[in-house]
């Protein structure tokens, strides 16, 4: 539960849009010091399309008694343009996580498991067998939370970039789940939901 007993979840809709963007925007320039990239923030240039009118897709926030948005959460179908997991994940079955981000003002408050619980129960209720993301090490926190949160780790890239990427299973199966570094393969890609 949140310590922030002011602050409630709802699924984003036509009126939140813009607000909700802009969020978004600000603190993709304040976590990454970029501004607004076409290609890497294709789903909130088309928001509607990506997160309302497309089934299996949502994009929770989190609000306070003002109606302020201090936290994110997206959930999509998994694309399948990650090169470096091409051929992991059954694509028909597999959710990503994005645009986690709560306002520097409410951190360690408990928003991100709120929004995380719920995109979890939506991921379920969407039928999705697992849940895909990636992190960045020099994240404060993050892969830390999301370890907590029951994610394991797929590839760790390291590199500049520092990408981890992760996965939660619903119904966990050691035999569809192994830790791979980078360039160690192992003839993974025909055991994922297959």
């Keep these: 539960?949140?310590?922030?007993?002011?602050?409630?979840?709802?699924?984003?809709?036509?009126?939140?849009?813009?607000p909700a963007t802009e969020f978004a925007f600000k603190m993709i320039k304040e976590v990454y010091g970029r501004g607004i990239n076409p290609v890497w923030d294709h789903d909130l240039l088309n928001f509607e399309e990506v997160y309302i009118n497309t089934q299996g897709n949502t994009f929770l926030a989190a609000f306070t008694e003002d109606n302020?948005?201090?936290?994110?959460?997206?959930?999509?179908?998994?694309?399948?343009?990650?090169?470096?997991?091409?051929?992991?994940?059954?694509?028909?079955?597999?959710?990503?996580?994005?645009?986690?981000?709560?306002?520097?003002?409410?951190?360690?408050?408990?928003?991100?498991?709120?929004?995380?619980?719920?995109?979890?129960?939506?991921?379920?209720?969407?039928?999705y067998k697992l849940i895909y993301l990636h992190t960045h090490m020099h994240l404060p926190g993050a892969f830390e939370f999301?370890?907590?949160?029951?994610?394991?780790?797929?590839?760790?890239?390291?590199?500049?970039?520092?990408?981890v990427h992760m996965e939660k299973f619903f119904k966990f199966d050691d035999r569809y789940h192994q830790n791979i570094e980078c360039g160690q393969n192992q003839n993974f890609k025909e055991k994922i939901l297959r």
């Design 146 to 163: 999301w370890q907590s949160q029951g994610f394991k780790v797929r590839l760790n890239e390291g590199g500049t970039r520092q990408t």
């Design 1 to 18: 539960m949140s310590i922030y007993t002011g602050v409630f979840l709802a699924r984003v809709g036509d009126s939140e849009i813009r």
């Design 68 to 127: 302020q948005i201090v936290g994110t959460l997206a959930v999509r179908r998994y694309d399948g343009r990650i090169q470096a997991l091409e051929g992991y994940y059954d694509l028909n079955v597999t959710a990503e996580l994005a645009k986690c981000f709560v306002d520097k003002r409410y951190r360690r408050t408990g928003i991100g498991s709120l929004l995380f619980n719920e995109a979890e129960q939506f991921c379920k209720r969407s039928g």
